[in-house]
């Protein structure tokens, strides 16, 4: 993955500076050139990628095939380019360049390439977000702008080959679909970013947003127990800053202080969870003389934890209220 950004960064980069750099190297359109080579180790480099994460340990013969489409395309691109007659001046559109057959294999040999690799990836994006969306919607949200930006790829291609097959096979001119395609061409990368970007930043947002609802649920169990033994909460190791933008280690503290306390807070035989709340906010009996707080709250609720935590203060959270029986 890695490999494959920095060579998109490199086409993108040697693109944008391609008039001072073909100038300097005294080669017309020898940077567009370098830039479809750059392109060429982008896509397979996102290929195995997609590989690796789909089928961990696929057969070599995949990877071989991945290596091999990009390898037999860069190959061609550069044959192409020394045949086409592009050598004499810059052109900003290869549909202006001479009518030509090394011209139209020259233009649509990458766009095709191209295109095989944004439809496999909206086939990944499809397959992957079915599979995520019930699971982790964060991680299917990402998977969705991945898929966008793929068709929406996948249409600007189909335009750019349209756009060059028109002006070298039938000679005409169509503005119309550059201007489209063209306008087209920063939805789909920003898309793309965009998708890259989120793929690990909603699930850890996700993730710390839980964690925050998770701590506030638990706040008035979590008073309660500090009340009763102040003795378990844990000493502050982090700065306020730090807790802020990580409010999973907030939460892990109230689990642990809350199970602490109620392993401590020994409370008679409770039978619903009302008359257990009504027990943790009284003060604890003897040892001897009941079962501690967290087996009867495990022998009233098996869900998995901290289900029953949060079943247990809000139980407590409705007692309190002004207006409850």
Same mark, same amino acid.
């Given at each position: 993955?890695?490999?494959?950004?920095?060579?998109?960064?490199?086409?993108?980069?040697? &693109?944008?500076?391609?008039?001072?750099?073909? !100038? @300097? +190297?005294?080669?017309?359109?020898?940077?567009?050139?370098?830039?479809?080579?750059?392109?060429?180790?982008?896509? !397979?480099?996102?290929? +195995?990628?997609?590989?690796?994460?789909?089928?961990?340990?696929?057969?070599t013969s995949k990877r071989r095939r991945i290596l091999l489409a990009g390898t037999a395309t860069a190959a061609v691109s550069v044959v192409a380019w020394f045949a086409a007659p592009i050598h004499t001046v810059e052109l900003a559109d290869l549909a202006d360049a001479p009518r030509h057959p090394a011209s139209l294999?020259?233009?649509?040999?990458?766009?095709?390439?191209?295109?095989?690799?944004?439809?496999?990836?909206?086939?990944?994006?499809?397959?992957?977000? $079915?599979?995520?969306?019930a699971t982790d919607p964060p991680a299917a949200a990402a998977v969705a702008l991945l898929g966008a930006s793929a068709w929406c790829g996948t249409a600007v291609l189909l335009l750019w080959i349209a756009h060059s097959g028109a002006a070298q096979v039938l000679g005409v001119s169509t503005p119309l679909l550059d201007?489209?395609?063209?306008?087209?061409?920063?939805?789909?990368?920003?898309?793309?970013? @965009?998708?890259?970007?989120?793929? *690990?930043?909603?699930?850890?947002? !996700?993730?710390?947003?839980?964690?925050?609802?998770?701590?506030?649920?638990?706040?008035?169990?979590?008073?309660?127990?500090? $009340?009763? &033994?102040?003795?378990?909460?844990?000493?502050?190791?982090?700065?306020?800053?730090?807790?802020?933008?990580?409010?999973?280690?907030?939460?892990?503290?109230?689990?642990?202080?809350?199970?602490?306390?109620?392993?401590?807070? &020994?409370?008679?035989?409770?039978?619903?969870? *009302?008359?257990?709340?009504?027990?943790? !906010?009284?003060? *604890?009996?003897?040892?001897?003389?009941?079962? =501690?707080?967290?087996? @009867?709250?495990?022998?009233?609720?098996?869900?998995?934890?901290?289900?029953?935590?949060?079943?247990?203060?809000?139980? +407590?959270? =409705?007692?309190?209220?002004?207006?409850?029986?």
């Amino acid at each position: 993955m890695a490999v494959s950004v920095a060579a998109v960064a490199a086409a993108t980069t040697t &693109h944008v500076n391609r008039l001072d750099i073909d !100038a @300097a +190297l005294g080669q017309p359109n020898a940077t567009n050139l370098g830039s479809r080579l750059a392109l060429c180790l982008a896509v !397979a480099g996102g290929q +195995l990628y997609q590989l690796d994460t789909r089928q961990p340990g696929a057969p070599t013969s995949k990877r071989r095939r991945i290596l091999l489409a990009g390898t037999a395309t860069a190959a061609v691109s550069v044959v192409a380019w020394f045949a086409a007659p592009i050598h004499t001046v810059e052109l900003a559109d290869l549909a202006d360049a001479p009518r030509h057959p090394a011209s139209l294999v020259y233009a649509v040999s990458i766009y095709l390439y191209l295109l095989w690799f944004q439809i496999d990836m909206a086939h990944y994006a499809h397959r992957s977000y $079915r599979s995520a969306r019930a699971t982790d919607p964060p991680a299917a949200a990402a998977v969705a702008l991945l898929g966008a930006s793929a068709w929406c790829g996948t249409a600007v291609l189909l335009l750019w080959i349209a756009h060059s097959g028109a002006a070298q096979v039938l000679g005409v001119s169509t503005p119309l679909l550059d201007q489209v395609s063209t306008a087209m061409f920063p939805i789909a990368l920003s898309l793309y970013a @965009a998708g890259l970007l989120m793929l *690990p930043l909603l699930p850890a947002l !996700a993730h710390r947003i839980a964690a925050r609802r998770l701590a506030v649920q638990l706040d008035p169990l979590w008073r309660l127990a500090l $009340r009763h &033994h102040p003795h378990v909460q844990l000493p502050l190791r982090q700065d306020l800053l730090t807790r802020t933008l990580d409010p999973r280690l907030v939460a892990q503290r109230r689990l642990i202080e809350i199970s602490d306390a109620l392993e401590e807070h &020994h409370v008679a035989t409770a039978r619903t969870m *009302p008359e257990l709340a009504h027990a943790i !906010a009284t003060p *604890p009996v003897a040892p001897n003389d009941g079962i =501690s707080a967290k087996e @009867a709250l495990t022998a009233l609720d098996s869900a998995p934890w901290p289900q029953p935590l949060i079943t247990l203060s809000t139980t +407590l959270k =409705s007692a309190r209220r002004p207006d409850a029986n």
